[in-house]
Structure formats: C-alpha cells, structure tokens
T-cell receptor, first 117, second 114 residues
Framework: AQTVTQSQPEMSVQEAETVTLSCTYDTSENNYYLFWYKQPPSRQMILVIRQEAYKQQNATENRFSVNFQKAAKSFSLKISDSQLGDTAMYFCAFMTHPGGSQGNLIFGKGTKLSVKP | NAGVTQTPKFRILKIGQSMTLQCTQDMNHNYMYWYRQDPGMGLKLIYYSVGAGITDKGEVPNGYNVSRSTTEDFPLRLELAAPSQTSVYFC?????????????FGPGTRLTVT
C-alpha cells in the first residue's frame, strides 16, 4: 500500500523569506504522480503544484517549486518570498496511474504553515 | 460559475440519527468524490462515482451510502450516525479520473456526532 508522510506538523516563516516543506512517500510503483494541496482557514482545498514521476525536471508554479528525488522517494515544496496569504495547511498527496482504486488520491497528514509579518 | 457546492456547512447529529450531505457541481464533470478529513489527518476517500448511476467504494466506505442519479448531484447518506463519523466532509469533482485532471473541492461540511 502507498503511504505519504509529512514529518513537520507545524512550521513558521517570516514574510518574504523562503520555507521548505518536506514529504516522503512509499510505493513500489514506477509510474505515479505527486501533488501539493493548500488548505487555508476557509477549508477550501486548492491544488498548488503537480509532478509526474517520469519527469526529471522539477515542477514550478510562480513562487512554488518542488524538489523531487525519485530514488529517495522525497517530494519537498519550496515557497519563495512567503506572503501572509500563504498561511494554510499544506498536504502532500500521491496518485498512481488511474485504474480501479489506483486512481485515488492518498494524502499525508499535513503541515500547518504560519507566515509571520 | 459556482463550482462545487456543499450543504449544510455545519451540522450536529445525535448518535443513531441519519442525514444526507448534499453536493452539487456545475462544471459538467463526470467524476465525483466524497472524502472525510479527521482532525490532524489528511483526506480519505469514502466513495466515488464515474457517472450517473455508477458508484464505487473508496478507502473508508463503512457507515455511508451514496447515489448518483444526475451528473450534477452526488449526495452522501449517513445511516445510524456514530461518534466516529465526526469529521469534515469534502465533495470533489473532476472531468475525468487521473492525475492530469484536477479535482475541484467544495468548501466542506463540518459534522459532529454526539
């Protein structure tokens, strides 16, 4: 069974600084996908960034980038120039190639990020 | 464009009561999902649907039932509510199922069973 582990329950960062959130996963699959979701206090789940395991290049979306280390099964999220609006729970999630239950998202427990002024 | 809407936002149930959580999407998505999020945990899939009339179990289906009579609606039924069902429930939808098709989430329903 696939598992996703986020070892940092809470983190804080000063506004305008950079922070990195950690995520590790366990799978025997070779073809899979990884995601970071943001859940602000409004509880809305928002997709931040997505990475395909077959791509060596790390995904980036504006101030958000990932460090994908396939051999180490590590998928960290870097937030640059942190803003107050980045304050939220961040969930790492995993999905194998769709088909039966393998198309389901598997979430970690989340990291609560606080951006301080 | 409302996206995915859920009602109610909050509900308190007594043990043994039943209720239906409503979910509607206006994006003409084929796939719809129900997740639960327990305190300090990530989301877990309860049920999903690939289209009207077709549903399948997720990771934690016990104590729940679903139906999908239309493309837009995917209600979740709780029969004989138990304290273990205290959670936040999220509905989501996607055009197709798979990693390239983003799941759009509703705002959630916070349910307390006492």
């Amino acid at each position: 069974a696939q598992t996703v582990t986020q070892s940092q329950p809470e983190m804080s960062v000063q506004e305008a600084e950079t922070v990195t959130l950690s995520c590790t996963y366990d799978t025997s699959e070779n073809n899979y996908y990884l995601f970071w979701y943001k859940q602000p206090p409004s509880r809305q789940m928002i997709l931040v960034i997505r990475q395909e395991a077959y791509k060596q290049q790390n995904a980036t979306e504006n101030r958000f980038s990932v460090n994908f280390q396939k051999a180490a099964k590590s998928f960290s999220l870097k937030i640059s120039d942190s803003q107050l609006g980045d304050t939220a729970m961040y969930f790492c999630a995993f999905m194998t190639h769709p088909g039966g239950s393998q198309g389901n998202l598997i979430f970690g427990k989340g990291t609560k990020l606080s951006v301080k002024p | 464009n409302a996206g995915v809407t859920q009602t109610p936002k909050f509900r308190i149930l007594k043990i043994g009561q039943s209720m239906t959580l409503q979910c509607t999407q206006d994006m003409n998505h084929n796939y719809m999902y129900w997740y639960r999020q327990d305190p300090g945990m990530g989301l877990k899939l309860i049920y999903y649907s690939v289209g009207a009339g077709i549903t399948d179990k997720g990771e934690v289906p016990n104590g729940y039932n679903v139906s999908r009579s239309t493309t837009e609606d995917f209600p979740l039924r709780l029969e004989l509510a138990a304290p273990s069902q205290t959670s936040v429930y999220f509905c989501a939808s996607s055009y197709l199922r798979g990693p390239t098709y983003e799941q759009y989430f509703g705002p959630g329903t916070r349910l307390t069973v006492t």
